[in-house]
C-alpha cells in the first residue's frame, strides 16, 4: 500500500502532492477542538496497525484502518493520514517522503468516499445493518485504496492491469480482516458512544 | 467523556502495540554479498516472505543500469561480475516496492580487473539452483594439487586469498544478515516515539486552535 522513492514518475509524485495539499488543508478546517482528540487518536491507530505486519503467501500484508478512520473522521482523515505516514517514513523508511502526497491521497480519499457512501446509512441503521456497513466501509477502503495504487503506478508507465491485480490480490486477506474490525469498532462506537461517528465538523453545531 | 469507551480504545491501542514488537514494516529488502566474482543474495519482505520472480537490476558506480533480470521463486539471484568496483544492486517486487543494497567492491576477488569508468562489465546470471554444488566441487579440482604421498597441500598465494575469502566471507555472511535484519525490524521505542509525536503534533494544533477561536470563553472562566 505503501509506494516507495522512486516507484512513481515525477509527474504523479507532484499532482499527488498538490492534491494532497488541498485535501490536508480541506481536512484541517474542518477540524474544531472537541474533535482534535479523535483525530489525533485515529492518526496514532493508523500509525501503529500499518506497522502490524502478516506474512500471506508471496508477499506480505499490513492493516490499514482507513475505512475506520473515515468513519470516524470524515475529510480530518486526510491530516491524519498524513501525519501517519510523515511519522512512518521518517521512522521506518516506510513509504518515502517524496511520494508522501501520493500515498496520502490513496489511503485517505478511499477513507473519505466510504465516510461519504456509507455514513448516512450508519446514523440510522441498527443491529446487523451496522456490522454490515462497518464491513463494506472497512474492505471496500482498502480495494479503492489497491486500485489507486495500481493507477498510480500505471500512470508512471507500469501496465495497469497485471500490476493492479497484483496489489489487489495480495490485499485480499487484508479485505476480510480490516471489514471485521471496522464492523466490530463501529458497533461498539455506535452502541458506547455514536457521536464519535458524527462527521468532525458537525460536532460544533450539534453542541 | 464516558470512561468506558476510552478506556476500550486504549486498551486496543496498547494490546495493537505489544503485537507490533515484532513485527516488520510491510516493506521489500534486498540482501547481497560479493564472493570472488559472484554477487548472490536475495530480496525478501519485512516478515521474511520472499518476492516470486522480483526484478533486479545491477547498477555500477556510476548508475548506470548494467544488468537486468529476475530472482528465482526463492527470491534468490546470483550474478557473475567480471570486474571489481562497488556495485548496487535494486529489486523491484512490481506493486511499488523497491529497495537496494550496495555491494561492495572490496568483497569481491582481487584477482578480478578493476573496474574504471566506461569499462564494460559483463554481467551473467547464474542459475541458483544448479550452481551451488558446481560452486563448492569446482575449486578443489582445479586449483589444489595434492601431493600424493602424504597429505600436505601445495598452493599458491592468489588460490590461498581464494580460499581465504570464501571461508571468511561464508562465516561473516550470517552476521551481516542478521545486523541487516536489525535495521529493518521495527522497535517498540520507534513506535512510541511515534505517537508521542503524534499527540505532541494535534496538541499544539489543538492548543493554537484553542486560543484563537475562544478567547472570550475563556476568559468568562473563573
Not at chain 2, 57 to 72: H, P, S, Y
Request: charge should be negative; charged fraction near 15%.
Amino acid at each position: 500500500m505503501h509506494i516507495v522513492d522512486g516507484a512513481l514518475s515525477s509527474e504523479v509524485v507532484v499532482a499527488g502532492a498538490v492534491f494532497a495539499v488541498a485535501g490536508i488543508g480541506y481536512g484541517l478546517r474542518k477540524i474544531d477542538i472537541d474533535a482534535m482528540p479523535r483525530v489525533a487518536m485515529m492518526s496514532a491507530v493508523f500509525f501503529v496497525a500499518s506497522l502490524i505486519h502478516v506474512p500471506v503467501g508471496p508477499s506480505s500484508a499490513h492493516l490499514i484502518v482507513n475505512g475506520l478512520a473515515g468513519l470516524m473522521l470524515g475529510w480530518a482523515v486526510f491530516p491524519a493520514i498524513f501525519i501517519g505516514l510523515l511519522l512512518q517514513a521518517v521512522f521506518f523508511g516506510f513509504g518515502g517522503i517524496t511520494v508522501l502526497g501520493v500515498n496520502t491521497i490513496n489511503i485517505a480519499l478511499p477513507a473519505v468516499l466510504m465516510w461519504w457512501l456509507v455514513s448516512p446509512f450508519l446514523t440510522r441503521a441498527e443491529g446487523k445493518s451496522i456490522l454490515l456497513a462497518g464491513f463494506v466501509a472497512g474492505s471496500g477502503a482498502i480495494a479503492l485504496s489497491s486500485i489507486m495504487v495500481g493507477l498510480s503506478l500505471a500512470a508512471s508507465g507500469q501496465e495497469f492491469v497485471p500490476t493492479a491485480k497484483l496489489v489487489v490480490m495480495s490485499h485480499i486477506p487484508v479485505m476480510v480482516v480490516e471489514g471485521i474490525l471496522t464492523a466490530a469498532a463501529v458497533h461498539l462506537v455506535k452502541k458506547v458512544r455514536p457521536v464519535m461517528l458524527a462527521p468532525v465538523g458537525s460536532l460544533r453545531n450539534a453542541a | 467523556m464516558p470512561r468506558f469507551p476510552v478506556l476500550c480504545v486504549f486498551s486496543v491501542l496498547i494490546g495493537t502495540l505489544f503485537i507490533s514488537v515484532n513485527a516488520q514494516a510491510h516493506s521489500l529488502h534486498v540482501f547481497a554479498m560479493g564472493n570472488g566474482d559472484v554477487i548472490d543474495g536475495y530480496a525478501y519482505f519485512g516478515g521474511g516472505a520472499r518476492p516470486h520472480d522480483a526484478k533486479i537490476q545491477l547498477l555500477d558506480d556510476t548508475g548506470r543500469v548494467i544488468f537486468a533480470g529476475k530472482t528465482d521463486d526463492q527470491g534468490e539471484f546470483k550474478l557473475r561480475v567480471s570486474h571489481k568496483q562497488d556495485y548496487v544492486i535494486e529489486a523491484n517486487s512490481g506493486d511499488g516496492h523497491i529497495a537496494s543494497f550496495e555491494i561492495n567492491g572490496d568483497e569481491l576477488s582481487s584477482q578480478l580487473p578493476s573496474g574504471n569508468e566506461g569499462i564494460d562489465v559483463q554481467v551473467s546470471q547464474i542459475d541458483t539452483a544448479s550452481s551451488s554444488q558446481n560452486e563448492k566441487t569446482h575449486p578443489p579440482s582445479t586449483i589444489i594439487a595434492t601431493d600424493s604421498s602424504n597429505t600436505t597441500v601445495t598452493l599458491s598465494r592468489d588460490e590461498l586469498d581464494n580460499l581465504i575469502d570464501a571461508a571468511v566471507s561464508r562465516h561473516v555472511r550470517p552476521l551481516r544478515e542478521q545486523l541487516v535484519a536489525y535495521e529493518d525490524k521495527v522497535r517498540f521505542s520507534d513506535l512510541l516515539g511515534g505517537i508521542g509525536v503524534i499527540v505532541g503534533i494535534f496538541g499544539a494544533f489543538a492548543w493554537f486552535r484553542a486560543g484563537k477561536s475562544r478567547p472570550d470563553q475563556q476568559n468568562e472562566k473563573p
